[in-house]
């Protein structure tokens, strides 16, 4: 019988280990996650602190433009950064400076924690779960619409030890200093933000990955306000601004006969509507729908008989049903023509793959279901696996959680706004 010698064993056990992982989904310690390092702080800025106390508001709709590296890297720093750095000292304080807290970043591209000692931003999971931080946040639309999403979380323990009975308050109170400094930093950058108190502990930890000792605190969703009106004085009234002047938006929300997701024909025609568009529902027969969750839809308008002319966006609701339009041609032809026309033109959940079947997301950026992502790749789309991803006027959701999102994302590319 052959003898192994103890290296050899060991490299059979961690080859052993690897492919078990492989085989059961269980990430490796060795990953991909990145390290971002930050640009340093600015120091100053256009706004006084009188001025961002005066306008900071609770603000809970969003454009959906994104946030980029530098601006997170303020957000971060206003509420963790180290002033003084001999001794730790940090931009908010902490009893008996032991810093019981850990800020988490929700973007668009992925999940970071920020390390204030490097000043950096390591990157914990490589998607987007702002949609799923909503979930967990009672469905709140403002954490899933946020530029980011902010998780403050704290460990009692780490303050236990010295403060006993007095470390649970002592770990709130840092938080609510940390949380008033992002959002005043927010109204520094000329972004809005709102603070979120109710949530699923349990959800969030879970969504953010958090470590056993950590609890989610507070999260403060930061983004683009959907508007920025002018200030209006006593002897001069705000203008009438170019939105106000535009006329209504008209969409159509083609859907399948029957077995359509209902959150993702409801959710979105609900935000469109609140932001002032017209939407109607269009499908291959009048009358009721039926979804999957068993909602009743109304469709006024036949798939044949649709003229692409009288829209300014077409958006096609996933859902099981929606495999009826996968290779039906005047589906295809419908979203090709929206998209040679310049209209807006959306997907969500499975209806991606209509877009991929009608040659229109080839060198996007698109996101879909997860079982779609191989049509969408050979259809020559980039695929992202974000909530949403907006490429021009091309946008598409990957399902029923993200379908608050995408409907914003729809509204903001009505009316051109990224």
């Known amino acids: 019988m052959k003898r192994f010698t103890i290296p050899a064993m060991?490299?059979?056990?961690?080859?052993?280990?690897?492919?078990?992982q492989q085989r059961s989904g269980t990430p490796s310690r060795v990953s991909k996650l990145r390290i971002i390092q930050l640009a340093e702080p600015k120091l100053t800025g256009p706004v006084s602190l009188e001025q961002a106390l005066a306008e900071r508001r609770s603000v809970r709709e969003f454009a959906s433009r994104q946030l980029d590296f530098a601006q997170v890297g303020q957000l971060a720093w206003s509420?963790?950064?180290?002033?003084?750095?001999?001794?730790g000292f940090r931009t908010a304080p902490s009893a008996g400076a032991l810093y019981p807290i850990e800020l988490y970043f929700a973007t668009h591209e992925s999940l970071f924690v920020y390390h204030p000692q490097g000043h950096s931003l390591e990157e914990v999971l490589n998607k987007d779960i702002r949609a799923r931080?909503?979930?967990?946040?009672l469905n709140q639309r403002a954490v899933a619409g946020a530029g980011c999403d902010v998780i403050i979380a704290g460990s009692v323990k780490k303050l236990a030890r010295k403060y006993d009975k007095k470390a649970r308050r002592y770990m709130l109170l840092e938080a609510g200093h940390i949380a008033q400094n992002i959002q005043l930093q927010a109204v520094s950058l000329g972004l809005a933000s709102v603070p979120i108190g109710a949530f699923d502990i349990s959800q969030v930890r879970k969504v953010c990955r958090l470590q056993k000792a950590f609890e989610p605190l507070y999260i403060i969703s930061v983004g683009y306000p959907t508007a920025h009106p002018p200030k209006e004085t006593v002897e001069q009234k705000r203008p009438v601004t170019q939105l106000q002047k535009r006329r209504t938006k008209k969409v159509v929300l083609i859907v399948a006969r029957e077995n359509f997701r209902d959150e993702e024909l409801f959710q979105t025609r609900n935000v469109l509507t609140?932001?002032?568009?017209?939407?109607?529902?269009?499908s291959t027969k009048k009358g009721a729908i039926r979804g999957m969750l068993g909602g009743l839809g109304n469709a006024e308008v036949l798939v044949s008989e649709?003229?692409?002319d009288d829209y300014d966006g077409v958006i096609f609701v996933g859902g099981i049903g929606a495999k009826e339009y996968f290779n039906n041609h005047m589906a295809l032809?419908?979203?090709?023509?929206?998209?040679?026309?310049g209209k807006v033109l959306g997907a969500i959940c499975i209806a991606p793959t209509i877009l991929a079947n009608a040659g229109v997301l080839k060198g996007l950026r698109a996101t879909s279901y997860?079982?779609?992502q191989g049509s969408l790749i050979r259809a020559g789309a980039r695929y992202t696996g974000n909530a949403v991803e907006r490429?021009?006027?091309?946008?598409?959701?990957i399902g029923p959680e993200a379908a608050t999102m995408f409907g914003k994302a729809v509204s903001d590319a009505l009316i051109g706004r990224y």
């Not at 931080?133 to 946040?137: E, G």
């Not at 032809?333 to 026309?341: G, P, T, V, W």
């Open 79 to 87: 509420g963790q950064g180290i002033t003084e750095k001999e001794k």
């Open 370 to 372: 997860p079982s779609q």
């Open 391 to 397: 490429d021009g006027l091309v946008i598409t959701g």
């Open 306 to 308: 649709l003229n692409v």
């Open 333 to 341: 032809s419908i979203a090709r023509q929206a998209k040679e026309k």
């Open 133 to 137: 931080l909503a979930a967990a946040a």
């Open 10 to 20: 060991l490299l059979c056990f961690f080859a052993v280990v690897c492919v078990a």
């Open 274 to 282: 609140q932001a002032g568009a017209e939407t109607v529902v269009a």
